[in-house]
T-cell receptor
């Protein structure tokens, strides 16, 4: 499986935008970029995914580099409830392709 | 919204006991998964299932088995619980290439 690299931790101030980076230089043409987050004492939660174009949903935006070797999850206005571990995961398009979790980025949000 | 329900939030069992962890999803998803999560090791896939009565080993199946007699229910079985199986267990479901939905987890302690 292609691997991803994320910073171990990041800090943000409340109500400011947060840009969470992810490097995936060995991504293949059919790999989707998925983002999940895990709040304390909960299971992971799907955030967003994309293939080539930037994607927006109610939770976040996903900016994908033109060469697809990196991506950035954007939280437009961080709240204290966004403090979580954020995982960037590559997944193939087939149903048989699993989610393989790495270490993720622990986001801390300061009031 | 898709819901994945794990039968117990916390469980304490004795070494050598047979333990059943139950997971039910309500959106007719084809695929179901069992992960365990340990500090420093992240989430690791134990078993998954693409269909009723079908199962595939994940990365760490030793000491576990699974059962999927109905589409909505996926059970994880610890045949003879050991202390090294003390962990957080997470169930998930999905369809095709789309995002996974996780349950809230079962924190199992084996004493």
């Amino acid at each position: 499986d292609a691997k991803t690299t994320q910073p171990n931790s990041m800090e943000s101030n409340e109500e400011e935008p947060v840009h969470l980076p992810c490097n995936h230089s060995t991504i293949s043409g059919t790999d989707y970029i998925h983002w999940y987050r895990q709040l304390p004492s909960q299971g992971p939660e799907y955030v967003i995914h994309g293939l080539t174009s930037n994607v927006n949903n109610r939770m976040a935006s996903l900016a994908i580099a033109e060469d697809r070797k990196s991506s950035t999850l954007i939280l437009h206005r961080a709240t204290l409830r966004d403090a979580a571990v954020y995982y960037c995961i590559l997944r193939g398009n087939n149903a048989g392709n699993m989610l393989t979790f790495g270490g993720g980025t622990r986001l801390m949000v300061k009031p | 919204d898709v819901k994945v329900t794990q039968s117990s939030r916390y469980l304490v069992k004795r070494t050598g006991e047979k333990v059943f962890l139950e997971c039910v999803q309500d959106m007719d998803h084809e695929n179901m998964f069992w992960y365990r999560q340990d500090p420093g090791l992240g989430l690791r896939l134990i078993y998954f299932s693409y269909d009723v009565k079908m199962k595939e080993k994940g990365d760490i199946p030793e000491g576990y088995s699974v059962s999927r007699e109905k589409k909505e229910r996926f059970s994880l079985i610890l045949e003879s619980a050991s202390t090294n199986q003390t962990s957080m267990y997470l169930c998930a479901s999905n369809d095709g290439p789309y995002g996974y939905t996780f349950g809230s987890g079962t924190r199992l302690t084996v004493v």
